[in-house]
């Protein structure tokens, strides 16, 4: 009877000790890694996350920073660059036309709104998280997307991280 006792414990504890190391990382400590600037100083304004089971969708964590301590940093780190975006920035955020076509934006809620805000003032960071990045390949001529788009506000020290995965 003791050694079911025994057993059953250890076999408990080993369940809670894998879903412990398997639980979220804290959403700060996520972006912070991947956009490799500090943003532990900001508040969590909102989150949507439409990522199903098999990794698919489109997701957009925002944080409000009380100072300017996350531009500053952006600033100096050659991989952001200022606003106003690039054409394929552009199409993913808010979508780009002419006369003879549309494309975008990718990143919408459920409504098809876009998840960005227009900004005036600030930087943004594209990151092709796509296998094939990097071989000349225009980004949105692909048939599946893996990116992150980040968006950073000057005006209002607000930082919008999303993620698109089809």
């Known amino acids: 009877m003791m050694k079911k006792r025994l057993l059953a414990a250890g076999v408990m504890s080993a369940l809670l000790v894998a879903l412990t190391a398997c639980g979220a ?3 700060q400590d ?7 600037i500090d943003v532990s100083g900001g ?3 909102s989150d949507y996350d439409t990522h199903s089971g098999n990794g698919d969708g489109v997701s957009c964590v925002v944080f409000s920073f009380a100072d300017d301590q ?13 606003l106003p ?3 394929t920035a552009q199409a993913l955020a808010y979508g780009v036309s002419d ?3 549309s494309v975008g934006p990718y990143l919408t809620d459920d409504a098809e709104e876009p998840l960005l805000p227009e900004v005036q003032n ?3 960071r594209l990151i092709d998280r796509h296998s094939d990045a990097g071989d000349g390949q225009n980004l949105l001529e692909r048939f599946s997307l893996n990116l992150t788009l980040a968006l950073y506000d000057t005006d209002s020290n607000t930082l919008y991280f999303c993620k698109l995965d089809t």
């Not at 996350?70 to 200022?82: F, M, N």
Request: charged share 30%; hydrophobic share 35%.
């Open 99 to 101: 006369e003879t076509s």
């Open 25 to 27: 990382a804290d959403p």
């Open 122 to 124: 600030g930087y943004y």
């Open 30 to 36: 996520a972006v912070s890694k991947e956009l490799e």
């Open 43 to 45: 508040s969590e304004v």
């Open 85 to 87: 975006m690039d054409q």
């Open 70 to 82: 996350v531009a500053q940093e952006i600033e100096g780190d050659s991989a952001w660059s200022a």
